[in-house]
C-alpha cells in the first residue's frame, strides 16, 4: 500500500476547492474543473487494484485527503469519496468486469458511483439481468463513467416467491442511464445526488455483485481474494471515510472562527475584537475539545480496520457496532463544535458567502444520512451491548 503523495496534491488544491464551494452549492453539482483537478491528483486511485495502476492507499491516508478536501468544501469531498469508495467495491466485482471499469478511457482514475439505496428490479434474462427502476441519491452522478444500482431479483415470470428477495449490485454505464432533475437540497447542496433511472437496460451477468455475501465479506474476485487490503469491510470503510468529512468540516469552522474574531467585535458591548472576550475564549476551547475528541476517535477506528485487514483477524458484532457509534459519535461531536462556533459568529455570518453558514447546512445534512445519523448508530450498538439483535444486518 502506498499513499502516493496524494495527501499534498489535495493540499495544494484547496485553493481551487474554496474558490468554487459557494459556486458547486447553487449549482447543485460540483464544477468540473475541480473534478478534473482532484483526478490529477491521483485521489481515485486510493482503492484502485495496483495491477490497473492503483495504489491501494492505506486507510488514514484516505481519511486525511478527505478531510482536507471537506476543510474547503463538504460536497466536493462527499462527491470525491463517493467516487473513490465505491471503486473500492468494484474491486470486489469479478475479474472480468473490472478489467470493464479500470482499462477503460479515464483508466484508474475512473468515476463510479452506487448507492445502497434499493429501487430497482434485476430480472435475468439470457445469462445475465435486465434492470429498471431508480437508484436514488446517485452523488456525483453528473460525473461518473458507471453507476452501481442496488435491485431486487425478482423471477421473469413475475410470481411472488418466498422470503425476502435477493439483492445485487449492478454495474451499468452512466451513459445509459438517465439522471432525473430531483436534487434540490439545503445541506451538501453541490454534491449532484439526483435520482438516476434504469429502463429494461441488459447488464451482464459478470457485471453483477451479491450484495448480502459481498457484505459478509466473500469477493467473487479471484485476482483480489487473498489481497489483505480487500479484506477490509465496505460499511466499516465507509464509516471511516464519512467521519472524514465530519472531520474536515469541524477543522473548517474553527479555522473560520479564529479568522472571524479578529475582524470583528462584540456589538452592544465594549468588545472592539471578539477574541479579546472571555465568552470566545471558552467558545473556542469548547470547540477545539469536542473536534480533537472526535480526531481521536476517528484515528482509533482506522487503526482496529487496518490492523484487522492486515493481520486476517474477524470482527465480532460488538466492533462491528461499536465502529458504526464511533462514526456516528464523531460526527456529532463536530456538528456540536460547528453549532457552537456558528452561533458565536455574529449576524454578519448569515450571508450565504459566509463559508461557516455552509458548513453548518453541510454537517447537518451529514448527520441525516441514514448510515450516519449519531442517535441510530448509538441505539444499534446499545442494543448489541444489552445483548439483543442489532435490529439491522447493515455492520
Known amino acids: 500500500m502506498v499513499d502516493a503523495g496524494i495527501v499534498e496534491r489535495v493540499r495544494e488544491l484547496r485553493p481551487l476547492i474554496r474558490e468554487n464551494a459557494l459556486r458547486a452549492e447553487r449549482a447543485r453539482r460540483v ?15 486510493m482503492n484502485v487494484p495496483a495491477r490497473y ?18 476543510l474547503e468544501c463538504a460536497s466536493t469531498a462527499w462527491v470525491t469519496l463517493g467516487h473513490a469508495g465505491v471503486s473500492y467495491i468494484a474491486a470486489l466485482f469479478p475479474d472480468e468486469a473490472q478489467d470493464d471499469f479500470f482499462t477503460g478511457p479515464a483508466g484508474p482514475d475512473v468515476r463510479i458511483g452506487g448507492t445502497l439505496v434499493p429501487g430497482a428490479t434485476a430480472v435475468p434474462y439470457d445469462g445475465g439481468y435486465r434492470v429498471d427502476g431508480a437508484s436514488g441519491f446517485a452523488t456525483g452522478c453528473h460525473h461518473a463513467d458507471w453507476h452501481l444500482l442496488t435491485a431486487a431479483v425478482v423471477p421473469p415470470d413475475g410470481q411472488p416467491q418466498e422470503g425476502p428477495p435477493e439483492m445485487v449490485w449492478v454495474a451499468v454505464p452512466m451513459s445509459e442511464l438517465e439522471i432525473l432533475d430531483d436534487w434540490d437540497a439545503t445541506g451538501l447542496a453541490g454534491t449532484g445526488s439526483n435520482t438516476v433511472m434504469a429502463r429494461n437496460i441488459p447488464v451482464p451477468a459478470h457485471r453483477v455483485l451479491p450484495v448480502g455475501p459481498m457484505l459478509a465479506g466473500q469477493t467473487p474476485s479471484k485476482a483480489n481474494a487473498d489481497d489483505p487490503f480487500y479484506r477490509m469491510p465496505v460499511l466499516l470503510l465507509f464509516c471511516a471515510w464519512a467521519a472524514s468529512a465530519a472531520l474536515g ?3 473548517a469552522a474553527m479555522t473560520e472562527f479564529g479568522e472571524r474574531i479578529h475582524r470583528r467585535g462584540i456589538t452592544y458591548t465594549f468588545y472592539e475584537r471578539q477574541n479579546e472576550a472571555t465568552v470566545t475564549h471558552l467558545q473556542a476551547a469548547e470547540a477545539q475539545m469536542r473536534i480533537s475528541a472526535a480526531e481521536l476517535v476517528v484515528v482509533r477506528m482506522v ?26 459519535y464523531a460526527t456529532r461531536l463536530c456538528k456540536e ?6 452561533s458565536a459568529a455574529g449576524a454578519s455570518s448569515l450571508q450565504r458567502d459566509v463559508p461557516v ?3 453548518v447546512r453541510d454537517i447537518q445534512a451529514l448527520c441525516l444520512h441514514s448510515f450516519v445519523n449519531p442517535a441510530t448508530n448509538l ?6 451491548l444489552s445483548g439483543v439483535d442489532p435490529g439491522t444486518p447493515f455492520l
Do not use: H
Not at 318 to 327: F, K, P, Y
Not at 379 to 384: A, D, L, S
Open 31 to 45: 464544477p468540473d474543473e475541480v473534478v478534473a483537478a482532484l483526478s490529477g491528483t491521483g485521489v481515485l486511485r
Open 53 to 70: 495502476g492503483g495504489y491501494q492507499s492505506p486507510l488514514r491516508a484516505q481519511v486525511d485527503a478527505f478531510a482536507e478536501i471537506a
Open 249 to 251: 468540516m469541524g477543522r
Open 303 to 328: 487503526d482496529e480496520i487496518e490492523a484487522k485487514a492486515r493481520d486476517g483477524r474477524s470482527y465480532t458484532p460488538l466492533e462491528r457496532a461499536r465502529i458504526r457509534a464511533e462514526s456516528g
Open 337 to 342: 463544535a460547528v453549532d457552537l462556533l456558528a
Open 357 to 359: 453558514q455552509r458548513i
Open 379 to 384: 441505539e444499534i450498538y446499545g442494543r448489541v
